[in-house]
């Protein structure tokens, strides 16, 4: 039987300067939201020209949506509105799995992940600002659509839904393929296609939405947007306090 | 003061390295040893790449793991494959770098220009870097590592590729960079780091073998390292019994530096320099 081996305990030397460090040294933990917030202010807008593209096609690709299916949104979609609905999501897809293929053709990735502010705490901010912007419009839409016009059938709530949780999903899921946390890889895109069986399963175009369920629509937007954000947040955490090694 | 505190790195059951036990204080240091012997092992741990199985890296008696993000801004790396964007030029590729190291606007156009200048790409800061040769894009890849003037650099095989007037251009841009911080690299070319180094850390067997500086390391080897003419003829025979370090072709036979324990007729002693103890200690890896 293997004996048992004693436990290495810090000589009083490193007690010392353990605490030395913890008192004098050691800086309060930022919160998520302190360090987000530091993130946009020192490198947000100034490396954002690198993902404008995505910004721009999908700002172009939304109000092409908005101005052609404003006034018919309380019955149904167009093909033309359809495709961009789906479209955009997937453009976003793309565009954030170029940018990473970029970056692995590059070889850039070692360097940019010992910098002070890594690669992937990057990604997390912009990815944060571009859901957060997403959500925005979703929700101006849902409301203006309410106050507006007639209610929007489930049709279209549903289809922007989906689109909205593919953006939320697909983002969480890069960072997550990125960071290697296989888990969360198989949870969110477990949410988004069971979101969709759903869905399919209903097979309602012509069913009208109350006041009631589109704020329920909203509010379960809003909160898949706060784990996502909370998630997100915590990686960037961790990489933040020196808990994450990309190698490992 | 960077300390290295018996660390050991496993990937599963293979050991790469085992009880590194190092401290570093501002200078030059050469890790050197053959390919596949953990240099880029350590290199990664000591910039937050990999982790340690066991043991700790310490900055100032504090843990890297604590220091987080604090000790990466301290940080400069080179690494062995240094990637970079094809379509940006060095300005706009060390603005990038610059940017993702948190250096405000206002310091990079203050350091970048002087860094290019040091590296003597001043003149070719707007040209796209695809069109650069080897040794240009390594220099570029040392202006990056100095950008925000880290404490620590750290510089993986930062030679390899390089020709020989490039390598003696390295040599003297490190020499002039090198002043009050520490900088470690990596290489298996003895010349690159001989005359550089304040100190020379050789790992042996997942080991530290060496870590001293060069007249120290050359002493293990005083009075086994001599030279000779040996006539062609004889040339075999005199190869298989000795450990031949370098030969110089001349007429009739060839100039021989080889290390032997026991006195060789004709052959006379001469001081041992790092490369003989290099190819001594490696022997095995290098006839291999």
Known sequence: MEKNRPIPYPSDEKKEKSIHFILNEMKKPMSRTQLF?????????????????IYCISAIALIHLIVTNAASLSESLNSNGLSILVGIPLLFASFLLLTFWRKKEAGTYELEMTTRYTSMQVMAAHLL?????????????FACSALLFQM??????????NGSILILT???????????????????????LGGNGFMMRLNINEMTLHVGELIVATFLLCALYVLFYQEVMRLCMRVERGDYYAYD | MLTIDHVTKSYGSFTALEDIQL??????????????????????????????????????????????????????????????????????????????????????????????????LFDVRKKKMKQFSGGMIQRVGIAQALLG???????????????????ARFRSILTKLARNRIVLISTHIVSDIESIANEIIMIQNKRIRYAHTVPHICQSLQGQVFEM????????????????????????????????????????????????????EYRDEVER
């Open chain 1, 152 to 161: 929007p059938s489930f049709w279209i709530v549903a289809l922007l839904m």
């Open chain 2, 149 to 167: 003037q880290p404490d620590i650099l750290v510089l993986d095989e930062p030679t390899a590729g390089l020709d020989p007037k490039e390598r």
């Open chain 1, 129 to 141: 600002v571009l859901v957060s912007a997403v959500l925005v419009i979703q929700t101006s839409l």
């Open chain 2, 229 to 280: 003419f040996v006539p062609d003829d004889r040339y075999l025979s005199f190869a298989s019994e000795h450990l031949i370090v370098s030969e110089r072709q001349q007429t009739g036979g060839m100039d021989i530096r080889f290390i032997t324990t026991h006195p060789v007729q004709g052959a006379q002693e001469v001081p041992p320099q790092l490369e003989d103890v290099f190819l001594f």
């Open chain 2, 23 to 120: 401290t570093l204080s501002p200078g030059v240091y050469g890790l050197l040893a053959p390919n596949g012997a953990g240099k880029t092992t350590l290199m990664q741990m000591i910039v937050t790449l990999t982790r340690p199985t066991v043991g700790e890296i310490l900055w100032d008696g504090v843990p890297i793991e604590a220091l987080g993000s604090e000790y990466r801004a301290r940080v400069g790396y080179l690494p062995q494959q240094f990637g970079f964007y094809k379509q940006y030029n060095p300005e706009q590729f060390l603005h990038y770098i610059g940017t993702l190291k948190g250096i405000s606007k206002a310091q990079l156009r203050e350091q970048i220009p002087t860094l290019l200048e040091e590296v003597a």
């Open chain 1, 170 to 192: 697909f983002g969480h899921f890069f960072l997550m393929v990125h960071a290697r946390f296989y888990l969360w890889r198989v949870l969110w895109w477990g949410i988004w």
């Open chain 1, 37 to 53: 917030k530091q993130l946009w202010t020192v490198i947000g807008w100034r490396l954002i020209t690198q993902q404008l593209i």
